[in-house]
């Protein structure tokens, strides 16, 4: 099977129609989802969303977008949040410095709390990194040194030191639609050099559906592109592809039991 590691199944229009959304990665043969909780003040709907769905899992954070209006949450509060049992990572958090929507300075120690907290939780922290790749390597290197605790970058578009970086202190490397465009030819190279063992797949659905979906609604179904995609840059089969990666997720998401759900 194929696994959507990263989508936000809360999102507006994917809410709204939610048990068809489900069905139709079922369908394509998705059989485990995890949806992002970009702020904890929404946490008690995304989890009233993962209990309705056997298939669907959880991470909560704050994303590096909304950490001014969300405030510096204590590394203590995000580790109690964790503690559901449908919940199996910490995040995303990171940095955007294309957008710039908070301080730089609040989004680093907000990255900062969120890797501990992780580690503190033995749960695996998710990274948003946008136009930060120097102030996300160096911070990942330094809060990495500190104690074992992994991790992934999630829908992963940055450049090559950076997935390097990366993957040499043990993380994952997550790729989305993004690398099926065909501006995207400096990212599938970078991926050809990554090792199948440190690679999963996305949507970040309900954004940046792959080819031959681009500029559709994205969503967990559409992983299956991105895969084939993958499959292809790393010149093994699709079924390859998919117990490789699969393999890779159930290694870094371990709270989550390793087998098929009844779907």
């Not at 994303?63 to 510096?72: Q, T």
């Not at 890797?115 to 911070?139: E, M, Q, W």
């Amino acid at each position: 099977m194929l696994v959507d590691s990263h989508c936000h199944l809360d999102s507006g229009t994917l809410a709204a129609e939610l048990d068809q959304v489900v069905a139709r990665a079922h369908a394509a043969g998705v059989g485990l989802m995890v949806t992002i909780c970009t702020r904890p003040k929404h946490l008690s709907e995304v989890l009233a969303l993962v209990e309705r769905y056997p298939s669907v899992y959880c991470a909560v954070g704050v994303h590096p977008h909304y950490v001014a209006e969300e405030g510096l949450l204590p590394v203590e509060a995000l580790v109690e949040l964790s503690r559901h049992p449908r919940l199996v990572g910490i995040g995303e958090t990171g940095l955007d410095y294309h957008y710039d929507r908070s301080p730089r300075e609040l989004q680093q120690a907000s990255f900062r709390n969120h890797i501990r907290a992780a580690r503190l939780a033995g749960l695996p922290f998710i990274v948003h990194s946008r136009n930060a790749d120097a102030d996300t390597a160096a911070i990942l290197s330094e809060e990495l040194s500190k104690g074992p605790v992994s991790g992934v970058m999630h829908c992963f578009s940055s450049g090559r030191d950076l997935a390097l970086k990366a993957v040499g202190l043990g993380l994952y490397v997550s790729l989305a639609g993004i690398v099926t465009f065909a501006n995207s030819g400096a990212l599938r190279d970078t991926v050809r050099e990554l090792p199948m063992d440190r690679l999963l797949v996305e949507t970040d659905a309900p954004y940046l559906a792959p080819v031959p979906m681009r500029g559709k609604r994205n969503e967990p179904a559409f992983v299956a592109h991105t895969a084939a995609t993958m499959a292809q840059l790393k010149a093994v089969t699709m079924a390859e592809f998919e117990r490789q990666s699969t393999g890779n997720f159930f290694r870094l998401f371990n709270k989550i039991p390793a087998k098929v759900p009844d779907l």
